[in-house]
C-alpha cells in the first residue's frame, strides 16, 4: 500500500528507530563475541578490520561537511572529526582504538598498516565513504544514523567482555567509554536534521533506505570475517594460505 502523506515527526522517528531490528549487534559473529564465545582471532580479526571503518569515519564526515553550504551545521559535525582524529591533549578515537588493538595483542605497526583488512570489509567501508562524497549532505548525514543504536553496543561490550576475555588489558576498553556519551550527543543533532529535512514521502521513504543501506554495510563487514575467521575461508584460501589480497587504499 502506497504511503499517501508523510509521517509525522513522532511516526518517523519511530520507523527510523525500528531498523535497530537490523542493527549488526544482532549478527552471529556480533552474539558470539558477547557471549563469550569468540576465539582470540576472531577477537584480533574484528579489531583489526574495524581500524580501517573508525579511520574513514573522518573522512566521510568531511566529505559530508564539503557538501554542506550552511556554517551551523559545520560548526557541530566538525566535532566528530575532532572525535576521531583527536585536538589539543584529546588523543581522538582512533588512538583509542589503536590501543585497543595493543590490548587484544595486536601489534600497533600491524593495525596500522591495514594489511589483515579484508576485502569484504575495505570494500563495503569504502562504498559508505563514496556515498557521503556524491549524495547530497543531508541524505549522508542521516546515513549515520545508526548512531541511535550504538550506545547499546558499546555498553554490551563494556559489561561483557571484561568477564570473558580476561586477557584483554583494561586499558583497551577507553574507546567504547569515550563513546557512550559521543554518541549520544550525535544522536540528537543526526535525528534533528532528519526529522526536519525528511517532510514528504519521498524523502522519507528514501531516508529509511539510505539507513537501510548503512545497515548492510556494517553487517557485510561482519559476513566477511564470519568466512576469514569462523568457517576458515578467508579469500583464495583454495589457492594459498597468504594473505593475497590488495592491502592499499587505491584511491
Not at 114 to 122: F, I, S
Not at 131 to 143: D, G, L
Not at 149 to 177: C, K, M, N, T, V
Not at 184 to 205: F, M, S
Request: aromatic letters at 12%; proline letters at 5%.
Amino acid at each position: 500500500m502506497t504511503q499517501a502523506q508523510p509521517l509525522s515527526p513522532q511516526a518517523f522517528e519511530q520507523a527510523l528507530r525500528a531498523k535497530g531490528a537490523y542493527y549488526h549487534i544482532h549478527h552471529p559473529y556480533h552474539i558470539a563475541m558477547h557471549n563469550g564465545k569468540a576465539t582470540r582471532e576472531q577477537i584480533q580479526g574484528w579489531v583489526a578490520n574495524r581500524y580501517y571503518y573508525q579511520t574513514n569515519i573522518p573522512l566521510k564526515d568531511a566529505a559530508i561537511m564539503a557538501n554542506c553550504p550552511h556554517p551551523d551545521v559545520r560548526r557541530k559535525w566538525v566535532q566528530r572529526i575532532l572525535d576521531h582524529d583527536g585536538y589539543g591533549d584529546s588523543e581522538g578515537g582512533i588512538e583509542a582504538w589503536l590501543r585497543l588493538g595493543e590490548a587484544v595483542g595486536l601489534k600497533r605497526e600491524v593495525v596500522q598498516s591495514e594489511a589483515l583488512v579484508l576485502p569484504g570489509v575495505r570494500f563495503a567501508v569504502d562504498a559508505y565513504v563514496n556515498f557521503a562524497r556524491r549524495a547530497n549532505w543531508q541524505e549522508a548525514a542521516c546515513s549515520s544514523l545508526t548512531e541511535l543504536f550504538a550506545p547499546q553496543i558499546h555498553q554490551a561490550r563494556l559489561d561483557s567482555w571484561p568477564q570473558h576475555y580476561p586477557w584483554i588489558e583494561a586499558e583497551g576498553y577507553d574507546y567504547f567509554r569515550s563513546r557512550l556519551s559521543q554518541a549520544n550527543r550525535d544522536v540528537e543533532h543526526g535525528l534533528q536534521l532528519a526529522l526536519e529535512y525528511c517532510d514528504t514521502v519521498e524523502k522519507q521513504q528514501r531516508m529509511l533506505e539510505i539507513l537501510q543501506f548503512k545497515l548492510d554495510i556494517l553487517w557485510s563487514m561482519l559476513d566477511a570475517m564470519t568466512m576469514a575467521y569462523e568457517m576458515k575461508r578467508p579469500p583464495y584460501h583454495t589457492v594459498t594460505a597468504d594473505l593475497a589480497w590488495h592491502k592499499t587504499r587505491l584511491v
